[in-house]
């Protein structure tokens, strides 16, 4: 019997980059909402329950996701992805299952690699499993430290607190996991914003983990791109260009 599995979809921001009133989320490529790129993605799964975690703007959003069966959390400040995944707690918190986490502006991500990320997941027998991206140039990306040459993560350091040596690491975050469903939720009680942003990382839940003895495995894309977000109107035009290319 397969595990029960559920999904929550991070759809809060407002990219302060993008310079526009509209939810992040929301910008479209080629005429279509990256929020529902991500969301039909999804839909080729069986979860038991997904929610979408909205903030800015947030009734725009959940419009957008009305054509979906998705409940809505809301994160009221945006205090960072950890805090925007305590916001599900209300839905999720009885759930025993393995529970995927995703970000609303990665548009590639297919049902192929979240498959694999599953497969990952249960194979190694981990509470937690990262979706990683080899890409040329990291800036800005959470870099990946594994343990050793394994499939072991140690932690996810994002840019910002990385020394320099660990900015050479081109292995990203994705910002696509699975967690042990029970276990995340104790352990985001323990996370801290002691960090240069002053913000909730969902990513240091990852090193809690792994510091209690739990596995936490990492699994690359075979497509990088799969990985790439929109944080600025530059990388949205990217984006649209390789989906005109791919289409």
């Known amino acids: 019997m397969a595990e029960p ?3 929550i979809v991070l759809a809060a921001g407002k990219g302060k980059r993008m310079k526009s009133d509209l939810p992040k989320v929301l910008h479209e490529i080629h005429g279509r909402p990256m929020i529902e790129m991500v969301l039909r993605t999804l839909a080729a799964f069986s979860f038991e329950r997904t929610v979408v975690v909205v903030g800015f703007k947030g009734e ?6 009305s054509g979906f069966a998705v ?3 809301r994160q009221r400040e945006q205090l960072g992805t950890g805090h925007a995944v305590m916001m599900t707690e209300k839905q999720l918190a009885d759930f025993d299952g393995t529970t995927l986490v995703a970000l609303g502006d990665v548009p590639f991500l297919t049902a192929g690699t979240i498959e694999k990320l599953f497969e990952t997941h249960r194979k190694t027998g ?3 499993t990262c979706l990683s991206a080899i890409v040329p140039d990291p800036t800005g990306y959470g870099r990946i430290v594994r343990d050793g040459d394994t499939d072991i993560l140690k932690e996810i350091v994002e840019h910002r607190d990385a020394s320099e040596e660990l900015r050479r690491v081109n292995e990203i975050n994705t910002g696509t996991f ?4 029970r276990l995340l939720f104790e352990t985001l009680k323990a996370i801290d914003n002691d960090n240069d942003q ?3 990382y969902l990513t240091d839940c ?4 792994y510091n209690k003895g739990f596995r936490v495995s990492v699994v690359a894309a075979e497509d990088a791109d799969e990985g790439l977000g929109v944080n600025s109107l530059e990388q949205l035009e990217q984006l649209s260009r390789k989906f005109a290319s791919r289409r």
Do not use: H, L, Q, T
Not at 60 to 65: F, L, P, S, T
Not at 178 to 181: A, E, I, R, V
């Open 178 to 181: 699975c967690f042990d469903n």
């Open 206 to 209: 990852v090193k809690i983990m």
């Open 60 to 65: 725009m959003v959940e419009k957008a996701a």
């Open 71 to 73: 409940d809505i959390a």
């Open 126 to 128: 981990a509470k937690a």
């Open 198 to 200: 002053g913000e909730y």
């Open 5 to 7: 599995r559920a999904a």
